[in-house]
């Protein structure tokens, strides 16, 4: 599995508003994930981009028609519906939304809209002042009670000089969105904590101990838990990573400060997955001002952190505890023991130091270790891919 959209069939509608330009960045992530995109275009959206700039991205034909000459476009619309896994509407402008809530079907994209059966993911995106309109705001309570998603727009300054709710999300968040709507919601009720990141123990103001990791693999788990449905608590130590959409995300710097976040909250965690890279010492006597360069050596006195992992495993009740173990060698019996150690119920191991594994990599090649001693190594994959794997295979050890 490469992502969530991997092979889906996705309807990108575009409306005639001028965050359709946004649209083209869309389709390209889409593509980029793997699935299969048509587009339909309203005869407005084609003032703002042209239809052939969606055709090269998409290598599929685009329908601006219902009744063009050249194809069998009055029936397209029907074949289209039907083999859809998921539509997004993408800038949709208040006529658009006025269409769909009503039901009225005279062009391409609103007569496509009526036939559809899979979701819906409406973006709007107009003057703040025709967004919080009553009429607007009317017709999107309409869509919501139909079943149709709203991925609110952002607010900021707007081209048409205004300030306020109207803009469109960025790409990459709606491609979040629909990857979330397309997900099946099988940790619906599930209180899933997750932490991430390095952490960070001070020498002096200006100077820490640390290590690489990136939080990704920690971020990737957090997010892929959400998409399907979970209550996610993400405690995560310094990254450059934006918080997930729906997750509530604690940052943290030191080892003493991720322990007093994660035990306040593990207790009523069902699912604790620790890809967290904590250090295991701290400067014992960390300075209050900056040590300054002096001649010759400086030895700094270290003193171990507490073994959060452990503390989970000896207090864990009716709770799946899932880590992680970054080794350079012996992976095997470096991750078993740590396992065993800990009273996990399924560690996963990687050997760092590769371009394709470990911190800071967008992909990973791991091995599963289980509580009853079977292994279960995956290809090198996506860390998105490998936080689905992994709640897969702790869904069936529930």
Avoid at 43 to 65: H, I, K, M, R, Y
Avoid at 80 to 105: F, H, M, Q, R
Avoid at 181 to 192: A, E, M, P
Avoid at 242 to 263: C, G, H, L, S, Y
Wanted: charged share 25%.
């Amino acid at each position: 599995m490469k992502t969530v959209i991997e092979k889906k069939n996705i309807i990108l509608g575009v409306s005639g508003g001028i965050a359709a330009y946004k649209s083209v960045e869309l389709l390209r992530l889409l593509v980029k994930q793997g699935a299969n995109v048509r587009v339909i275009m309203t005869e407005n959206a084609q003032w703002f981009v042209g239809p052939l700039t969606f055709e090269a991205l998409s290598a599929q034909p685009v329908c601006t028609d219902l009744f063009e000459k050249n194809d069998v476009a009055s029936i397209r619309h029907i074949q289209w519906a039907e083999a859809a896994d998921a539509v997004v509407i993408a800038p949709a402008t208040a006529n658009i939304i006025g269409k769909l809530s009503s039901g009225i079907a005279d062009d391409a994209l609103s007569t496509f809209l009526l036939a559809v059966t899979c979701p819906v993911i409406v973006c709007p995106s107009m003057n703040t002042h025709m967004f919080e309109s009553r009429a607007v705001q009317r017709n999107l309570e309409t869509l919501r009670a139909d079943g149709h998603f709203i991925v609110a727009p952002e607010s900021g300054t707007l081209a048409c000089g205004t300030t306020g709710p109207g803009r469109l999300p960025e790409p990459e968040d709606i491609v979040d969105r629909i990857a979330y709507y397309l997900s099946t919601k099988d940790l619906k009720d599930k209180k899933i904590l997750v932490t991430s990141g390095p952490t960070r123990e001070p020498v002096d103001p200006v100077r820490f101990i640390s290590n690489p990791s990136s939080g990704k693999m920690g971020f990737a788990v957090a997010r892929a838990a959400e998409y399907r449905g979970g209550a996610v608590t993400l405690i995560t130590g310094p990254t450059h990573l934006p918080d997930p959409n729906n997750v509530k995300v604690i940052r943290i710097q030191t080892a003493r400060e991720m322990a007093r976040a994660v035990f306040e909250n593990v207790e009523h965690s069902d699912i604790i997955i620790k890809t967290a890279a904590v250090s295991d010492y701290r400067p014992k006597d960390p300075a209050t001002q900056k040590i300054k360069k002096e001649k010759g050596e400086r030895v700094l006195y270290l003193e171990r952190t507490q073994d959060i992992l452990k503390e989970i495993g000896r207090r864990k009740k009716d709770q799946i505890l899932v880590g992680f173990a970054a080794e350079t060698e012996n992976l095997e019996q470096h991750a078993e023991t740590k396992r065993v150690e800990k009273n996990l119920d399924i560690i996963v191991g990687n050997i760092v130091g590769e371009p394709s594994s470990g911190f800071g990599a967008d992909t990973n090649k791991v091995t599963l270790f289980y509580k009853d001693g079977t292994q279960e190594p995956l290809p090198v994959m996506g860390k998105d891919a490998v936080a689905h794997i992994l709640l897969d295979r702790i869904l069936k050890s529930t």
